[in-house]
């Protein structure tokens, strides 16, 4: 069974999410609390697996409460998955939660919330509590202190770059933590990268503005009609799909509302934009941790018109159903932990060493 505290301080929300949870045979609710201090004595005491997490609470927030966490080793094992509004504050806040620990998060229902809102909550909320309980269990290590720059030149003029390749990365459920240890160590070259990361619209701005900060490439947002050029970075939109186009031969970004998939933006379709404009030769498909099976049709396409291709290994995958499948079905070339994967990419791009 894995249990699960409920941390919020609306009744109205316990309630919702306490009826969500215990529809599942799975889980066990141990009960709620409705302020951070509450919280922490009960996670002291019932040693929860996981605890959903309001942020904005009375007495301790929710950030201060992933503090306190960090700091108690034994009450550091419990995963945590926040409660957010998706909104541009909601976002800012929930990244820094990320930042702070927390294993993911789904959007916080309230008494407006349709039918089918609280479906997809429910759907959300079910899947990702399991996939931090199976987290929990392995404790993934990152290696963070092993990490190294992989910078290949000190200073590089953007002006004398040719766009020569292209890399697409797909992530999801882990994404925002996991993003941090390939993208930042990516130097600037005759390359550009595309970010598909499973993220809701207001999310993805302020997640371009954040890798932006912390790396040596430019990361935007992408934009339709933006043009692609070597040595940047570009955040599929979310919410929606990204695309690349050829016009006057330039390459382009568009963004679009469909089609509609199950996984929003959609990594399969932006890999197969990403091949079709560049050939296998020259495009790098990379799978990273997230729930589901997106990227693993693609990715094994890339493969087989000659790309290079790279699966996130088990051992430092949070949610590790996406580059499973990249395996399962063919597609990954290569599987690495994430603190390999930035070499990964530079070895695919100067000429495919593996």
């Given at each position: ?146 990490l190294l720059s992989y910078e290949r030149a000190k200073t590089v003029d953007k002006g004398k770059l040719e766009l020569k390749k292209i890399v697409v990365i797909g992530i999801s459920t882990g994404g925002p933590a996991t993003i941090k240890d390939v993208v930042p160590r990516l130097g600037v070259g005759n390359y550009a990268v595309l970010i598909v990361q499973h993220i809701p619209e207001s999310f993805s701005s302020l997640y371009a503005r954040r890798l932006n900060e912390i790396s040596k490439l430019t990361v935007v947002e992408g934009k339709t009609g933006m043009l692609l050029e070597p040595g940047n970075a570009y955040v599929a939109k979310g ?116």
């Amino acid at each position: 069974m894995i249990s699960v505290l409920v941390v919020d301080d609306s009744p109205l929300v316990r309630k919702i999410i306490t009826q969500i949870l215990q529809k599942d045979p799975l889980i066990n609710v141990l009960g709620s609390a409705r302020d951070g201090e509450e919280a922490l004595r009960k996670i002291s005491t019932f040693k929860p697996d996981v605890i959903t997490l309001d942020i904005d609470m009375p007495k301790l927030s929710g950030l201060d409460v992933l503090r306190e966490l960090a700091k108690n080793k034994e009450l550091s094992n419990t995963e945590v998955i926040v409660l957010s509004y998706l909104t541009t504050e909601g976002a800012e806040t929930t990244l820094r939660a990320i930042e702070l620990g927390a294993f993911d998060y789904v959007p916080k229902p309230d008494g407006k919330s349709t039918s089918f809102e609280l479906e997809r909550v429910e759907e959300e909320l079910l899947k990702k509590v399991k996939a931090a309980y199976l987290y929990k269990g392995s404790k993934k290590i990152r290696h963070r202190k092993t990490l190294l720059s992989y910078e290949r030149a000190k200073t590089v003029d953007k002006g004398k770059l040719e766009l020569k390749k292209i890399v697409v990365i797909g992530i999801s459920t882990g994404g925002p933590a996991t993003i941090k240890d390939v993208v930042p160590r990516l130097g600037v070259g005759n390359y550009a990268v595309l970010i598909v990361q499973h993220i809701p619209e207001s999310f993805s701005s302020l997640y371009a503005r954040r890798l932006n900060e912390i790396s040596k490439l430019t990361v935007v947002e992408g934009k339709t009609g933006m043009l692609l050029e070597p040595g940047n970075a570009y955040v599929a939109k979310g919410g929606h799909q990204m695309f690349l186009e050829k016009r006057d031969g330039k390459v382009i970004i568009r963004i679009s509302k469909a089609p509609k998939t199950l996984y929003t933006p959609n990594v399969n379709l932006t890999m197969e934009s990403a091949l079709k404009i560049f050939g296998g030769k020259n495009t790098i498909g990379v799978v990273m941790t997230g729930l589901g099976d997106d990227g693993a049709e693609a990715i094994k396409k890339i493969r087989e018109a000659g790309g290079i291709t790279i699966a996130e290994d088990e051992k430092t995958a949070i949610a590790y159903s996406m580059p499973k499948e990249a395996v399962r079905k063919g597609g990954a070339q290569i599987v690495a932990p994430s603190y390999e994967i930035p070499m990964k990419i530079i070895e695919a791009i100067e000429g495919g060493k593996k």
